[in-house]
């Protein structure tokens, strides 16, 4: 079994460990913007995809991923992990429709609330117990998964038709055009000090540095990695003002 995932701020990546983990010692776990991903998952015959849940739908860089990689999923069994805020409605179907399109099989779907990771925006902050207490239900949730799953029961959160529904009229539809490319919306404020960590760490080489600055280009996934590292607190995108940095480290 292969974990390919997609984590901006850690919540996927705690998430895939311990449901991967917890089904298979041996499990291969790979970031998608890992140059080697496309051969690892073509050792695979069964595939966990994980992702957060932007605006109810995958994010711009899973669906391309996919779309690019056609090929790649016929035949494979697929089971898709989605982490979010609140509501996704079918955050898990966006991509299980896709991969079956392709021929994959897909196997079940599961949905998991975490910390919200957009920092920039007050109405989405909650108090650090509430964050604590959502990891803690997380875990357990993921822990009754693998047990059922081991009793032959995958759950299937996010795949029915109601699900799509609620899905497209829950966000989708409302907040279509966020979705549809890659963001060129990044802003780095003068508080920045050239320490060069947000270039290292994006996970689309969206941010180069020139003469000691960061330059953002057009390619942003909106994963909120950068702007919950940065240590000046220098960088935004939904929002004006960084709230308060999310990290999953922060809510274990
Ligand atoms: C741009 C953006 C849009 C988001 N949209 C939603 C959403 O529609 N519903 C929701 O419940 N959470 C939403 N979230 C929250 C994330 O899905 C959630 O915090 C996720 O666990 C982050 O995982 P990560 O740390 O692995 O990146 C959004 C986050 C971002 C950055
Ligand atoms: S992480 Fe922050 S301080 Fe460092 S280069 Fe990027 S924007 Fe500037
Ligand atoms: S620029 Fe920042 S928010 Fe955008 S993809 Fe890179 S790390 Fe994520």
């Not at 109405?123 to 239900?137: G, H, I, W, Y």
């Not at 000691?212 to 990695?225: A, E, F, L």
Request: aromatic share 8%.
């Amino acid at each position: 079994m292969v974990g390919v995932y997609l984590s901006g701020t850690g919540n996927t990546k705690h998430c895939m460990e311990l449901f991967c983990r917890s089904l298979d010692a041996n499990v291969k776990l790979i970031p998608i913007e890992d140059a080697q991903v496309v051969e690892v998952i073509k050792t695979a015959d069964k595939i966990v995809i994980g992702y957060p849940t932007q605006y109810s739908n995958a994010p711009y860089m899973v669906r391309d991923f996919i779309i690019k990689h056609s090929k790649l999923w016929k035949g494979k069994q697929v089971f898709c992990l989605v982490t979010m805020g609140a509501f996704s409605g079918d955050g898990a179907g966006c991509t299980a429709r896709l991969l079956k399109k392709y021929g994959a099989v897909i196997l079940g779907g599961l949905h998991l609330r975490m910390p919200n990771s957009v920092c920039d925006s007050k109405l989405l902050k909650k108090p650090l117990e509430q964050n604590r207490e959502l990891v803690a239900a997380a875990d357990r949730k993921i822990k009754t998964s693998v047990a059922n799953i081991r009793n032959g029961k995958y759950p299937q959160d996010g795949l029915s038709a109601f699900a799509h529904i609620a899905g497209l009229l829950g966000q989708r539809l409302w907040f279509y055009k966020k979705t549809q490319g890659y963001s060129d919306q990044l802003k780095i404020s003068s508080k920045c000090i050239g320490c060069g960590l947000c270039s290292k760490i994006c996970p689309m080489g969206n941010i180069h540095m020139e003469q000691g600055r960061p330059i953002p280009d057009k390619k942003c996934t909106m994963c909120y990695r950068c702007i919950s590292s940065c240590p000046q607190q220098a960088i935004t995108l939904n929002g004006d003002r960084v709230q308060e940095q999310c990290r999953f480290e922060k809510y274990c």
